[in-house]
Every structure is written in structure tokens, then in C-alpha cells.
């Protein structure tokens, strides 16, 4: 994991505070971690956190969306570029879990503790989360309609291909044999196959 995960925030102190929260969040959870635990580990006094975030769940918060947003903007770039349904979907797929497993340990805190954030904060991320299933959707209703996937409902299609994927942050470490990339291929496959794609390299 490193610092250039949101590279458009600023000052750099707020980016360390960021990188503290995620490893103390993806560790033991958001409501077992205190604003002293992350303000230390970025090496700085709790006082100072409060200085480029007003609270724990706004840091959350600016985690939660800066992270799907990033997912958002990488399926939105394959699913508008050329290509067909099936080359869209390989190199879809390829990118959303190589992701997840490279950066696992801000997979999971964006993945997994959207729960923790209040009303309002995860109604701006479940809306950055329906644009990602919609997009997924949309290439494999593309896929139906060009005669190359055979799926029974199209949005439960899109929720299994993004759960594969999020699931990959669960359990990836750097003891894995495959590589973020090479496990990424496999996915893809595994994907075109589950959509009824036979005819896949």
C-alpha cells in the first residue's frame, strides 16, 4: 500500500493519516480503532488529526470514497473504450482484481467497514457503488445482446462478478503463489466462463 492512492489530497499529513487509519481499521475495525492510535502511528499528536478532519468517520468516509471512486473511474475507462463485450469484460475483471489484490489492505476498509459510516456519508458511497454495478451491468447486457454471454438476470450476474473480485481483498496476502496480475487472468476467465462465454481464450 502506498501513498499514491489518493494522490489529489493534500497536505501530505492528511495522506498519512489516511494510510494510519486504513492499516488500523483493516486490523481491528473501525469501532475498536481510536483517533490516538491512528494520530500515533502517523506519527503525529491526537490534537492533530482533528486539523484535516473533523472526526474518525469523516477520515473513514474520505477513504470509503476516494477508493471507489478510483474502482469507478477504472471500469468507466474500459467499459467506454473500444472493444467488445468479452475483450471489455477480460480486461474489466483483470483490473478490479489485480486491484484488490495489490491493495488489499485498503480493499478491505473500503469493502468491508461502509457500514461504520453515517446516514448520509454511505448513501454518497452506495451511490458510487450502484454506478460501478450498473456499469458491470451494462457490458454484460451488451454481452446478451450480442449472443456471447447467457446469463439467467443481468444484475445478479453483475453483483457475482464484483463480489469475486472484493472477495480477493479477504484472502490475497504476499504468501499467494499467483501474482495481483496473473491471478487477475485466472478471474477473467473464471468470469467469461460463469457468463457463458465458451468460446474464451
Known sequence: ???SLWPDVQPEAARRLMLAAVQSFATVGFHATTTRDIATAAGMSPAALYVHFPSKAALLFEISRTGHE???AEIVAVTAGAG???TKMRALVENFVAWHARERTVAR???YEIRALPDREYQVVAGLRRRIEQAVRSVIGDGVH???FEVPDEKTAARAVLSLGVDVARW???RARKTPRALG???ATLVLRML???DSP
Do not use: K
Request: proline letters at 4%.
Open 70 to 72: 478510483q474502482a469507478l
Open 196 to 198: 457463458g462465454c465458451t
Open 1 to 3: 500500500m502506498t501513498m
Open 109 to 111: 476498509v473500503v469493502q
Open 146 to 148: 450480442a449472443g456471447v
Open 172 to 174: 490475497y496476502s504476499e
Open 84 to 86: 467488445d463485450p468479452v
Open 185 to 187: 487472468r485466472e478471474y
